[in-house]
Nanobody, 120 residues
């Protein structure tokens, strides 16, 4: 069993910053790509940023230049630094990871989500 646990959400004023963290634990052989997604009320879940085990990161156009994704492979964690936040960034943010487990297959796992609200 694999768990992804997010932390760091909350209420912030426009222009402010937040840092989200996600830690993976459990029967993990290897973690491939990790990422952050978000879902605003009444909208579909959308990609925010992804980071492979090694290589280039990928960002949604709406967050480029404001958000930075990073990971620590030794700790099985992925972070999302969010700067210059806008009201339209308000959403539940979900951590995602492609995890190779005991049977050597790769499964996609999701965290429970953390609320980010940008409002004055």
């Amino acid at each position: 069993q694999v768990q992804l646990v997010e932390s760091g959400g909350g209420l912030v004023q426009p222009g402010g910053s937040l840092r989200l963290s996600c830690a993976a634990s459990g029967s993990i052989l290897k973690i491939g790509a990790m990422g952050w997604y978000r879902q605003a009320p009444g909208k579909q879940r959308e990609l925010v940023a992804t980071i492979p085990a090694s290589g280039s990161t990928n960002y949604a156009d709406s967050v480029k230049g404001r958000f930075t994704i990073s990971r620590d492979n030794a700790k099985n964690t992925v972070d999302l630094q969010m700067n210059s936040l806008k009201p339209e960034d308000t959403a539940v943010y979900y951590c995602n990871a492609d995890v190779q487990v005991y049977d050597f297959r790769v499964y996609a796992y999701w965290g429970q989500g953390t609320q980010v609200t940008v409002s004055s």
